[in-house]
């Protein structure tokens, strides 16, 4: 594997819009990078922002064409990422216990660090996955945060942080065509921040309560609710866990 192209920027509005308009006017055959140090509009899923500011943390989307003989299946991908990116943050950071809280969040002690966002990019013809764009962005040495964010989001610890995101690259642009390997469930439902957890789930503006049970073989997630009954999500939020 290679990456194609790097691009990288002082300031952007997003990586995540930019890789997206980059895909709409060019033929894309090999991972692309695009990464800033500092984003004006970085944003995440549920239309939320994504406090980005400059020199303390890393904001960088990656375009991943579909393989030829396997299209890629978008739902099973964002597990796949969050383990391929802490599996690199532990060898950056070996003294942190990083969770994931599903599904697309990196935790540290109940604070988040990471967020991974992934869209597709549909062949309108065969109705597969052409090419992902997935958005990651990492509070590395992040320590101030705006009054929302204070006591939900914190930084990781001091780190070479243009080594740190070369190693991400690496690491996500060669295992990516790998997704469905069992490995990565695996090792994602070991470090689960919500299994067993009390949890409030987030989907199409309604919020329902349960406990988390299970992280299914397609990554959605099963609670069981207050009348024994099970629930499964292919998407959604947890917005609330151990509460
Ligand atoms: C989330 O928390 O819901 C996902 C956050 C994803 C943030 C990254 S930072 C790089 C890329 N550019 C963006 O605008 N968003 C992603």
Redesign the pocket.
Known sequence: HFTNRLYVKDQVS????IAKAFLSHHLVTAPTVFIADH?T??????G?S?Y?PAATGL???MILPSPTDRPLQAGLMTTTFAVLIVGVLKQFFPAQDFQYKWV??VYLDYK?VG???TEAVVDLESRTTASLVV???LNITTKKFPLALKEKATGIAPADRNLLVSRLIEEIANNYSDYDNPQYLKKYRQASMILGQKVEVLVNGEVIAGTAKKIENDGALTISLADGKTKTFNSGEVVKVNF
């Open positions: 997003s990586t995540q819009s984003q509009a970085g944003y995440g899923r549920q939320r994504f980005s904001y960088f989307s697309n969040d988040k967020g991974i966002l958005g990651i962005g």
